[in-house]
């Protein structure tokens, strides 16, 4: 063989070698699935939930779930919108709704999850129709919440009020106790229940959690219905990966007999699973 022969034998099985190598990792970057999901920090109970989903995900799907935890609400959709993450689940509609309007973004969901059923709380009266005449009750400020709150107030049979996803006090039509709503920060709605002046509050989950108080002591609880059902969580994507299988068998694998086990038996009814509700 000459050496000109040689010389290119040698560089063509370089060349297959090279395309080996290349292929050989290419492939392997391609069975390597992991998706990135956001969440909000939460207690060991919710770790425990998602954990569980992350091993139906590995053992069922081949996927390796990883959750990226966030510490406040503006963090989880700026992500998702980078491509920082994955997929995130930590919202519901009406607040996904104000922040594709808000930030120009195209986030839908791809599945629902859970909702914790918001609740009037009181240390003063033991039920609903015990709230006096010319009492104030409490709700958070911000649009979600206060639209919810007055909506659960209104589900209570305590007032009557338009058929508005952004409801304020202004837009109740009914108050035959002539009760006076009064919007608070969030954070306060716990508080306020020890204010002389309030009779009772609407208060988050987890503002109540965190002040000790037990959900199983409020007055009213929202129910499931047609207008509840705005307020289910989710899993949510960009709009452009919305129709991925991986995605679809992330969602595949919170949708399960044991998250719905899991979640009964650390919230005990504080949070329920709603993907098999009818909507």
């Known amino acids: 063989m000459s050496a000109k022969k040689t010389i290119i034998g040698i560089v063509a099985a370089a060349a297959i070698v090279g395309i080996g190598y290349f292929s050989f990792f290419n492939h392997g970057s391609q069975d390597d699935k992991v998706v990135k999901i956001g969440v909000m920090n939460g207690d060991k109970s919710e770790d425990q939930i998602w954990a569980e989903a992350a091993k139906t995900a590995k053992d069922k799907y081949g996927i390796t779930l990883k959750t990226v935890k966030f510490s406040d609400y503006s963090q989880p959709n700026k992500a998702l919108s980078n491509h920082d993450i994955d997929l995130n689940a930590f919202q519901n509609y009406p607040f996904l709704e104000n922040w594709n309007k808000a930030n120009k973004t195209d986030i839908v969901s791809i599945g629902d999850t859970w909702t914790t059923p918001l609740r009037v709380y009181s240390d003063k009266y033991k039920s609903i129709k015990d709230i006096p005449d010319g009492s104030q009750i409490a709700v958070a400020n911000d649009v979600t919440n206060e639209n919810r709150g007055i909506h659960l107030l209104a589900e209570a049979g305590l007032i009557k009020v338009k058929d508005t ?11 035959p106790k002539n009760l006076k709503i009064v919007p608070v920060d969030a954070s306060q709605t716990a508080t ?3 204010d002389p002046k309030f009779a009772g509050a609407v208060i988050n989950t987890n503002f109540a959690k965190s002040a000790g108080i037990d959900s199983n002591s409020a007055i009213y609880v ?9 307020f289910f969580n989710f899993v949510a994507a960009n709009k452009s990966d919305k129709d991925k299988k991986i995605y679809k068998d992330v ?5 399960t007999a044991k998250t719905k086990e899991l979640v009964k038996k650390n919230y005990d009814g504080a949070e329920i699973t709603v993907w098999d509700y009818k909507k």
Not at 222 to 230: M, R, V
């Open 192 to 194: 306020s229940l020890k």
């Open 222 to 230: 929202e129910g499931l219905n047609k207008n509840t059902t705005q």
């Open 251 to 255: 969602v595949k694998s919170i949708q």
């Open 165 to 175: 996803n952004k409801a304020t006090p202004n837009d109740i039509t009914s108050n």
